[in-house]
């Protein structure tokens, strides 16, 4: 079955950098989108970028982002990254990973908190 398992979050004062992790397990990681996804508290879950199968290092992404952040992957590992740049406090929230292929499934996410 679908697994996916975040890291790599962490606190960091305004204008830092993070680079999340997402390695999948239990499909043909290549042949899918995958997506990060964040929630801050009180507020809905929102899409931040997606990385298109075929391509390591195209994406899309939520304007809030665009410019700061960078979706990429290596699907000889399974893993989709979010290199986080020029963090800002309003990026505060849980990153979550996530594929089109199983919608529903969800890791434990990773906190990251932008902080002085």
């Known amino acids: 079955q679908v697994q996916l398992v975040e890291s790599g979050g962490g606190l960091v004062q305004p204008g830092g950098s993070l680079r999340l992790s997402c390695t999948a397990s239990?499909?043909?990681?290549?042949?899918?989108?995958m997506s990060w996804y964040r929630q801050a508290p009180g507020k809905e879950r929102e899409l931040v970028a997606v990385?298109?199968?075929?391509?390591?290092?195209?994406?899309n992404y939520a304007d809030s982002v665009k410019g700061r952040f960078t979706i990429s992957r290596d699907n000889a590992k399974n893993t989709v990254y979010l290199q986080m740049n020029s963090l800002k406090p309003e990026d505060t929230a849980v990153y979550y990973c996530?594929?089109?292929?199983?919608?529903?499934?969800w890791g434990q996410g990773t906190q990251v908190t932008v902080s002085s």
């Open positions: 996530n594929t089109p292929l199983a919608p529903f499934v």
């Open positions: 239990g499909f043909t990681f290549s042949s899918y989108d």
């Open positions: 990385s298109t199968g075929g391509s390591p290092t195209y994406g």
